[in-house]
């Protein structure tokens, strides 16, 4: 079928009728599985604490206490993985481990519906993850912030959030097998936690690299994040940048659905 062919397909109440359906769906299944969910939402942030912050506290030594400062690692890390996760596992099962798809197809759905609907869940479900890492970090490491520190923390980290779940949803219509998939989710839990001052300082790594990763928008989420905490300037141009990157991956996923989904 033809991209024309396509978007004049039925539209209107029908299709918001089965959005509506399929975000009821999977809040069904958000309930089903709460206390696991509930479990993930803990045990990721604690992990990363006990197995990235604690050791490193020991080895890096900053003008802050480390546990404080890489609270926003984790924060980020957890909630960024876990939107990854949730959209990459979501349309991996749409369109290669089910049915899915052919019964979605016969429907008014657009394309776009479709991976709308995936990407709000996941985004969303990274949110609460978000919220529930920054109150565990607040009490594992004694600190406080203020409603106004809170907030500007959640203007952040939401982008970042998003970015992620809509990287998951495009990723997720070309991977097939299980070993790609572990492979990737591995590669962004290296990228999150490792390569862009998440829980390792910049000022640690070569000159070289520290000029290409610090025009990186995440980079500077995850350093406003930072001087958040400390409550130092912040800037908003990593927030700016990855809505418009957010923006360009949508339009992008959309359009490769269109050569994948109707043959």
């Known amino acids: 079928m033809s991209i024309t062919g396509s978007l004049c397909r039925p539209n209107g109440w029908g299709s918001r009728v089965v959005v509506k359906v399929l975000l009821y769906r999977d809040w069904l299944n958000i309930k089903k599985h709460g206390m696991s969910l509930l479990l993930i939402f803990t045990m990721l942030p604690m992990l990363l604490h006990l197995f990235l912050s604690i050791p490193l506290s ?17 924060w980020v890390t957890a909630s960024g993985l876990l939107a990854f996760c949730v959209a990459i596992l979501r349309m991996k099962k749409i369109k290669h481990d089910t049915g899915q798809l052919d019964a979605l197809l016969k429907t008014p759905l657009r394309n776009g519906e479709i991976i709308f609907s995936v990407i709000i869940i996941a985004t969303l479900l990274g949110f609460i993850q978000a919220l529930v890492a920054i109150a565990l970090t607040v009490l594992l490491n004694n600190e406080y912030l203020g409603m106004g520190q ?47 001052g998440s829980f390792l300082p910049l000022a640690n790594f070569p000159t070289n690299y520290v000029d290409v990763v610090s025009m990186f928008p995440l980079t500077t989420i995850i350093n406003s994040c930072q001087m958040i905490i400390q409550n130092g300037a912040i800037t908003y141009i990593g927030i700016f940048l990855t809505f418009l990157i957010n923006i360009f991956l949508v339009l992008l996923t959309i359009a490769v659905t269109y050569k994948t989904f109707r043959k």
């Open 58 to 74: 020991n080895i890096i030594s900053l003008d802050i206490r480390y546990l404080n400062w890489a609270a926003p690692g984790i």
């Open 150 to 196: 809170i907030l500007l923390i959640i203007l952040q980290v939401l982008p970042l959030i998003n970015f992620y779940a809509i990287l998951g949803t495009l990723l997720g219509i070309f991977i097939k097998d299980g070993i790609t998939l572990v492979s990737v989710i591995l590669l962004m839990f290296l990228v999150l936690a490792l390569s862009i």
